[in-house]
């Protein structure tokens, strides 16, 4: 199944499809960056395998706890044994889906952060009540950090990593919407997701960025935002939802808050931070964050 989506996108023809798109998603530059970025990804990916078949072969060396995720796919067997192709699909799937979404998103957050200095001095009140000023930061800490969660879904509602859903996909049949809309069959339809969370029908100042509006106890809701409600589904929904959503969130939350535990995050001068986006493979500041960190 891996594999099909893979020679899916592959075959896919990017120009044709992306000219509807608005200016910003600049359809050449995705174009470019696939047919570059692929080949390239795939070449590392099949060394990095190759390289851990050696070690195993020549050490015999038992798979424990410290084995990373290569051994582990390596180490199947019977019918979960995946072929070469197979895992090299599930590696670059990792790598082409998981890296630049949780480093944009972490990366748009600080921005935030540094706009908004009263936000950023919360959330540290907020990681220091829970662990100290110098304590160590855990997985379990971040369930006891609500600022912190709404921190983050705020920055997916302002700034999805992923702003269009169920990318170059094909209607099977006929679908008819509840607005009357007929969507025939053949159609690449997707969601735009940034849209929505940007509609003011749906959301109050939606360009305000404002983690209050998921706090709970200020007035706000307790958002799903794992594909409960589309009205922020950042990581899509039904059956193509993100397959990381809980390793994204958790990665971006703990480096969210050790970053902010750490360093007082400040604009450089000389060069503010200026929240223009341009989509890339992934939602991206078109000028990329500089910041001084005061210990
Ligand atoms: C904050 C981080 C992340 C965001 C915002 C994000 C967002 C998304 C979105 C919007 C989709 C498309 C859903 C759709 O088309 O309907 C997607 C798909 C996917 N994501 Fe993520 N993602 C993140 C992290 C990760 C991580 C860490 C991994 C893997 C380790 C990952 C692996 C994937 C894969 C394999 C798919 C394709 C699923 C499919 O087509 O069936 N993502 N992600």
């Known amino acids: 199944m891996v594999r099909e989506g893979f020679a899916l996108l592959g075959a896919f023809n990017w120009s044709d499809h ?14 470019k960056r696939c047919a570059d970025l692929v080949p390239r990804v795939r070449k590392l990916v099949s060394e990095i395998i190759d390289e851990h078949r050696k070690s195993l072969k020549g050490s015999e060396r038992q798979l424990g706890d410290n084995g990373d995720f290569v051994d582990v796919l390596l180490s199947l067997e019977g019918e979960e044994k995946l072929s070469e192709n197979d895992m090299v699909a599930v590696l670059w799937e990792m790598i082409f889906r998981g890296t630049d979404t ?37 997985d379990a800490d971040v369930a006891k950090m609500p600022y912190l969660q709404a921190v983050v879904k ?44 940007h509609d003011s ?4 100042n939606p360009d305000k960025f404002d983690p209050t509006r998921f706090m709970v106890s200020e007035g706000g809701v307790d958002m799903d935002v794992r594909g409960g ?32 535990q750490s360093f ?29 960190a005061t210990v």
């Open 264 to 292: 007082e995050w400040g604009p450089v001068d000389s060069d503010p931070v200026d929240l223009s986006e341009v989509l890339k493979l992934s939602l991206e500041m078109k000028k990329p964050l500089s910041a001084v």
């Open 201 to 204: 029908s749906i959301w109050t």
């Open 154 to 197: 705020e920055t997916l509602r302002v700034h999805p990593p992923g702003p269009l859903l169920s990318w170059a996909r094909l209607s099977t049949d006929d679908i008819q919407l509840s607005n009357g809309m007929v969507v025939p069959a053949g159609t690449t339809a997707m969601v735009n997701m940034w849209a929505i969370t």
């Open 102 to 138: 949780t480093a944009l998103l972490t990366e748009w957050a600080m921005a935030e952060l540094i706009l908004h200095p009263t936000v950023q001095s919360k959330l540290r009140a907020e990681i220091d009540s829970v662990v100290g000023s110098a304590g160590s930061i855990g």
């Open 18 to 31: 992306l000219s509807w798109l608005p200016k910003m998603f600049d359809p050449s530059r995705v174009e």
């Open 229 to 260: 409600d589309l009205k922020l589904a950042p990581f899509g929904a039904g059956r193509r939802v993100c397959p990381g959503k809980n390793l994204g969130l958790v990665t971006v939350s703990l480096w969210i808050a050790r970053l902010v």
